[in-house]
């Protein structure tokens, strides 16, 4: 399952995005170009791509930091509903533009680092709640993410572990079942049909061990699959050539799954400690 930042016919492995072959004379005309234009059209590269994804993160973390705060002020003065507003319009903001970033035909690196912001304060506002609820959390939280992405980094980049179609396939209808159960669940919930806090992934057990435990492990490895494709269609755009500028899209891409993982990692902490 592609992420949907990867869009771009610069990320097809398939070489569908990769530069035309010129003819002498096209040649001849970028060579007589200006040099801002060369730079304009400087091919995407694996470090440019990290140090974009390195400021994208810094962002996100500074917004994290910010709805942290926010929210801890707005529970520690007794205003739960301020505590509420805070993450829900910063997850509207961040939901708004998520879209537009991943629709729009070119990447821009205000609106993703926008985003990044509206995001992070979300994510603060969120792990605040979690970390109300089961002090030491968090800190967990953050450790396991780190581990997943630097072990699968790390798996990836010495070709231990690569995307195939055939486990692409399987991830894309295993992330639809689970996308699936999770609208049920969250109906469930809303209406009241499952009382528990956590909806069937605290209700249900499976020889003991609560379905969320289970399931939370499961979207740990869908979302170690998914940075593994993450990494593979950036891998795919500089093999192509892609235009510097779509570097902002690999960084945007990476982000979502991170923010994704983590927010997962989070779940699977707080069901495993009931």
Same mark, same amino acid.
Do not use: K, P, S, T
């Given at each position: 399952m592609q992420n949907p930042a990867f869009r771009n016919e610069a990320f097809k492995s398939d070489g569908q995005g990769a530069v035309a072959t010129m003819t002498a004379q096209q040649l001849q005309d970028l060579y007589d170009q200006p040099s801002a234009q060369? /730079? +304009?059209t400087e091919p995407m590269t694996i470090q440019d791509t990290l140090v974009k994804s390195g400021l994208t993160f810094a962002i996100l973390i500074t917004g994290a930091v910010i709805g942290w705060i926010a929210t801890s002020t707005a529970l520690q003065s007794g205003s739960s509903g301020t505590a509420v507003g /805070?993450? #829900? !319009?910063? !997850? =509207? $903001?961040? &939901?708004?533009? !998520?879209? $537009?970033? #991943?629709f729009k035909r070119e990447p821009s690196p205000a609106l993703i680092? &926008?985003? +990044?912001?509206?995001?992070? $304060?979300? *994510?603060?506002?969120?792990s605040m709640f979690y970390e109300v609820m089961e002090p030491g959390i968090v800190f967990q939280a953050v450790l396991a993410t780190l581990v997943v992405v630097g072990v699968t980094l790390a798996l990836f980049a010495s070709g231990k572990i690569r995307a195939s179609k055939r486990a692409t396939k399987i991830f894309l209808i295993v992330m639809v079942a689970y996308l699936l159960f999770s609208v049920i669940? /969250? *109906? &469930?919930m809303m209406t009241g049909a499952v009382a528990d806090p956590w909806g069937l992934r605290g209700s249900v057990t499976i020889a003991g061990i609560p379905l969320g435990v289970i399931l939370g492990i499961l979207a740990v490895l869908l979302g170690a699959y998914s940075l593994v494709l993450d990494f593979d269609f950036v891998q795919q755009g500089v093999r192509n050539g892609a235009p510097r500028k779509y570097g902002w899209t690999g960084a945007f891409g990476i982000m979502v799954t $991170?923010?994704? =993982?983590?927010?997962?990692? =989070?779940? =699977? /902490? +707080?069901?495993?400690r009931r």
């Open positions: 060369r /730079i +304009a /805070i993450f #829900v !319009g910063a !997850g =509207l $903001v961040a &939901l708004v533009l !998520g879209f $537009v970033n #991943v680092l &926008l985003y +990044a912001a509206a995001q992070g $304060v979300l *994510v603060g506002g969120i669940n /969250i *109906v &469930l $991170v923010v994704w =993982l983590y927010l997962e990692i =989070l779940r =699977l /902490i +707080a069901i495993a």
